[in-house]
Every structure is written in structure tokens, then in C-alpha cells.
């Protein structure tokens, strides 16, 4: 995953980024330009990463919106496959047992903490 995150990163910073076709509010062609990055953070199974985001800007419905890689969730910081992995674990042990193995997962000496109920939450909206 950190390959990926990486190569995503180098492409944001060259501009190796492709526009998709169609607006992602509108759906009509041919009118995105870019306009602008943001810094995020997320929280992938080895280590925490500041990201740049590119933002688009329709022209035709005069909005903006975010371009967000494919290991990215809307409005969450764990990266998919965080997500994918305490889902996966929860099958089989209890939240508290997942939020400790996730923040095993990490070097130390800083562990993110992850809250049990985030865990019931995921299983609530993505299981």
C-alpha cells in the first residue's frame, strides 16, 4: 500500500495527475480545469501520511470538488485498506482486540489510538 501512496504523491507533485472525463456533480464533459491542492491526513496500516489533494473546478455548473486517489474514503482518515483489514479482523475477535492489533501494526513509539466505536461504526456502514 505505502507503494501506491507514494507514487500517488510523486504524481500529485509533477502534475502526472489525469482529469477524469466528466464532472463529479454535473456529470457533463469536457469543462473541468484544475483548481488547487489541499494537504490531508491519513492513517494507513503502517504509518501516518500528509497527502495533497487536487481539487477540480466545472465550469459548466460552477462547482468544485475533490480528486481523491482510490485508497482514500470520503470523509474518513483511515485509508481503505485500514478499513478492509479491521472488517476483515472483526469477523473473528472483538473491537478492542482490533483497535490494539491496528495499533500494533505501527512502529513505535507513536500509535494511533483508534476508538472502538469507529470499529462499530465501519461495520455499520461498510460490512
Known amino acids: 500500500m505505502s507503494v501506491g501512496i507514494e507514487r500517488y504523491i510523486e504524481k500529485a507533485r509533477t502534475g502526472g495527475l489525469t482529469k477524469p472525463n466528466r ?3 454535473c456529470a457533463r464533459a469536457g469543462s473541468l480545469s484544475w483548481h488547487g491542492t489541499y494537504q490531508r491526513s ?4 503502517t504509518r501516518k501520511w500528509t497527502i495533497p489533494i487536487k481539487r477540480l473546478y466545472c465550469r ?30 472483526l ?3 472483538t473491537r478492542e482486540a482490533v483497535a490494539e492489533m491496528i495499533a500494533n501494526s505501527f512502529p513505535k513509539p507513536r500509535k494511533p489510538e483508534i476508538a472502538t466505536l469507529t470499529l462499530y461504526l465501519w461495520r455499520r456502514k461498510f460490512a
Open 60 to 89: 459548466l455548473c460552477d462547482h468544485t470538488f475533490a480528486l481523491l486517489p482510490p485508497f482514500v474514503v470520503k470523509f474518513h482518515r483511515y485509508a481503505k485498506e485500514v478499513i478492509r483489514t479491521a472488517l476483515r479482523w
Open 42 to 45: 491519513l492513517i494507513a496500516l
Open 91 to 93: 469477523k473473528s475477535r
Open 23 to 25: 464532472c463529479a456533480i
